[in-house]
């Protein structure tokens, strides 16, 4: 299926982390200095075990012992893990102290078998995924015996909430701590879980995030993870409260405002025309060879209030597919002698996480160019979703750092629409 491939840079980047590939790129940055943190006595007796052959995992199980090399980048703004068996590198991980998603790899033995243990904690903005996968290799290859993932938002009182669910993150935690206990490590560029396992004395993640809260939120040592995930929640829940919308009585805009949907690569895109009376127009097309799913639509929103300075929350009144085939329905068109295939398809930005086509009541947010995003609080805080398809990619570092374009979010699913040239 064709829409297998609708992803933006960001979200591709992001499906390259969960399968293990090495990170590259965010929004988030570290200073280079804290290459020094992560360079902690452990880490150098870890090193120094790599050297003497003290850690030779067998991670193919074929009885020969590899080789694991672990060291620095000549710029020092990362590390790098290699693992060769008679002269062949199994394995190559680069872990970047610079940017989120930061590469963490373990040695893990459970029950006399080696593997290959990679972990993900990224925390943007409030924003978390934490994913892990556990491989093995043979003949064939690598091959990912067990893995998780867990999604969560700490920014209760954003009028974009993905949600928090104590007890999904800590099921997540209890599993991947589990494997952690049975780990030595051979990569880790992340500080904040360096920081984790210096405090704990093993390997161990307590979720630092936790500790960052004080004095609204201190953790209870006497309490269990889930426990103290549930305060934290209540907690927070109490001291970040909600926007309040304002009346406002029309859109911000004075004539036909033009935005598009889509992503750095690829042959897809959804147009829109938001009129200042809250009316639309869209038309969404993905080309794969001579065969193009296509769908026009047009709707109404109403304008639910003023959410901040820069931002404006909408209610869809009325969405209509106007194609002039059913979902899914399939048909040529020949044209000098050049036959076309159409299909007709859901209009890509409308629709929900499931692919149908959204309903009525669904809530967007407009934002104006001067929307930033640099702190809590502010409107494009948080926003991961939509940050990633920003077209003119950006960091929110202070309140200079603005959209710079008219944008709309659904805020279903983070998808959004930019004012600026295809």
Not at 177 to 188: D, G, M, Q, T, Y
Not at 295 to 301: A, D, S, T, Y
Not at 390 to 399: G, K, V, W
Request: hydrophobic share 40%; aromatic share 10%; charged share 20%.
């Amino acid at each position: 299926m064709i829409k297998v491939w609708r992803i933006s840079c960001a979200v591709a980047m992001a499906l390259l982390l969960g399968l293990c590939i090495s990170c590259a790129g965010s929004q988030d940055t570290v200073e280079t200095e804290k290459i020094s943190e992560i360079t902690s006595t452990e880490t150098a007796v870890q090193t120094e075990d790599m050297a003497d052959g003290t850690i030779a995992p067998d991670l193919n199980g074929n009885g020969i012992p590899e080789q694991v090399i672990l060291k620095e980048m000549e710029d020092r703004q990362g590390q790098e893990l290699e693992i060769w068996e008679n002269g062949t590198c199994i394995d190559c991980e680069t872990g970047y102290v610079a940017h989120t998603g930061w590469t963490s790899v373990f040695l893990c033995t459970l029950d006399g078998q080696d593997y290959l243990l990679r972990y993900h904690p990224t925390m943007f903005q409030g924003v978390g995924t934490y994913d892990y996968a556990l491989s093995m290799f043979t003949d064939n290859g690598e091959e990912v015996i067990q893995k998780n993932r867990v999604d969560f938002d700490i920014n209760f009182g954003a009028p974009v909430h993905s949600g928090f669910e104590p007890e999904a993150i800590a099921a997540f935690m209890e599993e991947l701590n589990a494997l952690l206990s049975n780990s030595v490590v051979l990569l880790n560029t992340d500080s904040d879980l360096q920081g984790t396992f210096d405090r704990e004395g093993r390997l161990y993640d307590s979720l630092w995030w936790l500790d960052s809260q004080e004095p609204v939120f201190a953790r209870d040592q006497k309490k269990s993870m889930l426990e103290n995930l549930q305060d934290f929640q209540v907690a927070m829940t109490a001291v970040q409260t909600p926007a309040v919308l304002e009346e406002a009585e029309a859109l911000p805009v004075t004539e036909p405002l033009e935005m598009f949907f889509y992503s750095g690569a690829g042959a897809w895109r959804t147009s829109l025309v938001l009129n200042p009376d809250g009316s639309f127009v869209g038309d969404y097309s993905d080309a794969d060879g001579d065969t193009i799913e296509v769908c026009q639509f047009h709707g109404q929103f109403g304008l639910a209030g003023k959410l901040t300075e820069h931002s404006w929350l909408l209610t869809m009144e009325e969405l209509v597919l106007d194609t002039g085939h059913e979902i899914g329905e399939m048909w040529d068109v020949t044209e000098n002698g050049y036959t076309t295939h159409y299909i007709a398809s859901e209009p890509y930005g409308f629709d929900s996480m499931d692919w149908t086509v959204l309903p009525t009541g669904a809530q967007f947010i407009l934002y104006d160019p001067n929307a930033t995003g640099h702190a809590p609080g502010t409107e494009l805080y948080g926003a991961a979703a939509f940050q990633a398809w920003m077209h003119d990619r950006r960091e929110f570092l202070s309140e200079q750092d603005v959209l710079g374009c008219w944008g709309l979010q659904s805020m279903e699913t983070g998808r959004g629409f930019f004012a600026d040239s295809f």
